[in-house]
Structure formats: structure tokens, C-alpha cells
């Protein structure tokens, strides 16, 4: 990163944050890590607002909590049961919505022989 400061005094921050984080695949090999991330600002130091210190500052913010990611394999029965299920809820919405417009329709068809729907 390139900076072009016009003014002769200027102040820098950067807020640095740290998460350590574990990676474990599937063979159980591990990979210890950290996550960061940088947020930074920058102020010009005007000499009718002395309320900025010109300089370069850094804060870090170290997580006290760890981020573990494990990787896992699903058995063919996993997904076997996830399919029927997703099959059974579709059976059961549109079996739902088929009542609703069926009990309707027969509603609105008896108004209709009585002369009451208008």
C-alpha cells in the first residue's frame, strides 16, 4: 500500500484483530493458524485541531477464543435420510396447499348454488 500525505504531520491507526484457528481434515491432520483481520485510519494533523498526535499507531485485539473447523465425511445413509425427508416435506406442503384449494373451491362452489356469492 502506497500513502501520499499532503500535510507535513499525520496520524496512522491500525486496528489489527487475531483469532487462532485450527483446521483438522478428514485423516486427522492438523493445521494451526490464525485468522486476522486490518481496519485502518488516517487523519491529517491540522495545526487549529491539536487533537491528534501525528504518528504510526497499532492496536491488536488477540481472541481469547479459538475457531476449530474439523472436516467430516457423511455415510450414504446420511444421505438417504436427508433425501426422504426432503421428499416427505414436499408431500406434506403440497398435500397442504391441495386441502386448502380444494375445501376453497367447494366453498366458493356451494355460495355460488345458493346465490349468496357475489
Not at 491507526?13 to 485468522?35: M, R, W
Not at 501525528?54 to 467430516?72: C, H, N, Q, R
Not at 465425511?73 to 380444494?102: K, M, P, R
Request: charged share 15%; with cysteine.
Amino acid at each position: 500500500v502506497e500513502w501520499t500525505q499532503h500535510t507535513a504531520n499525520a496520524m496512522y491507526q491500525y486496528l489489527l484483530k487475531v483469532v487462532p484457528t485450527e483446521f483438522t481434515d478428514a485423516n486427522g491432520h492438523s493445521i494451526k493458524s490464525n485468522q486476522f483481520s486490518v481496519t485502518e485510519h488516517s487523519r491529517g494533523y491540522d495545526l487549529g485541531r491539536p487533537l491528534s498526535l501525528p504518528g504510526v499507531f497499532f492496536f491488536y485485539d488477540l481472541s481469547p477464543i479459538k475457531v476449530s473447523f474439523t472436516e467430516t465425511h457423511s455415510s450414504f445413509l446420511h444421505l438417504l435420510t436427508n433425501v426422504c425427508a426432503v421428499v416427505g416435506g414436499i408431500f406434506t406442503v403440497s398435500g397442504i396447499i391441495d386441502s386448502f384449494v380444494y375445501h376453497g373451491q367447494r366453498a366458493i362452489k356451494k355460495k355460488m348454488e345458493l346465490g349468496k356469492f357475489s
